[in-house]
């Protein structure tokens, strides 16, 4: 257990829809991250928060946003959902957020848009 | 991004040491040199990470060549909880916060 929690762990839902995912870091960790990973493009980094703001970003469409909110909790939204967002979303945090420190990922939520 | 080669497949036995090798030339003099490990159905672990000395932890051990410009990584005795892909990702000290995953290895352990 790597005290990386996300919910919902599976989630199903339509195209054209937008949907809400969770994530909780380690308790001390400042920074979080989301990637995505599907079959044809593996394991790509969306975004980074540190303690609130906005740090890094990826390759994380504009349909997608996310947020760090004051407890650290995060969340990342997806809306206009397509069928090639099906994909399995994880969240890592680490203490600070650079190469010094490592990640520790949760177990993610798998995403089935039909 | 340091660009790194992996194998993509190694094979070991059980209880047998496995050496995993990465190549990141283009590394930088900041980037600290992370390894991750994904088993099937799960999310990536953590697994070392090191800068310019080698590194022991409870998983594994940490080689960088002395140039930086490639490691290894060894476990010690596989287990079959050891198959997995493994990631070698540079990632900067200072800034350029994200993991870039690449391909990694994918590893076999053997009963």
């Known amino acids: 257990d790597s005290g990386v929690t996300q919910t919902p762990k599976h989630l199903i839902t339509a195209t054209g829809q937008r949907v809400t995912l969770r994530c909780s870091p380690r308790?001390?960790?400042?920074?979080v991250y989301w990637y995505q990973q599907s079959l044809d493009q593996g394991l790509q980094f969306l975004i980074q928060?540190?303690?609130?703001?906005?740090?890094a970003k990826g390759n994380i469409l504009e349909r997608f946003s996310a947020q760090q909110f004051p407890d650290l909790h995060s969340e990342l939204n997806l809306s206009s959902l397509e069928l090639g967002d099906s994909a399995l979303y994880f969240c890592?945090?680490?203490?600070?957020?650079?190469?010094?420190?490592?990640?520790?990922f949760g177990p993610g939520t798998r995403l089935t848009v039909t | 991004d340091a660009k790194t080669t992996q194998p993509n497949s190694m094979e070991s036995n059980e209880e047998e040491p496995v050496h995993l090798p990465c190549n990141h030339s283009?590394?930088?003099?900041?980037?600290?040199i992370h390894w991750y490990r994904q088993l099937p159905s799960q999310g990536p672990e953590y697994v070392i990470h090191?800068?310019?000395s080698n590194v022991n932890n409870r998983m594994a051990s940490l080689a960088i060549a002395e140039d930086r410009k490639s490691s290894t990584l060894i476990l010690h005795r596989a287990t079959l909880r050891d198959a997995a892909v493994y990631y070698c990702i540079p990632m900067s000290g200072g800034s350029n916060y994200k993991l870039t995953f690449g391909k990694g290895t994918l590893l076999t352990v053997n009963p």
């Open positions: 928060y540190y303690n609130g703001e906005e740090r």
């Open positions: 308790s001390g960790d400042l920074s």
């Open positions: 090191g800068l310019t």
């Open positions: 283009t590394i930088s003099g900041t980037d600290y």
């Open positions: 890592a945090s680490s203490p600070v957020g650079d190469g010094r420190y490592e990640q520790y």
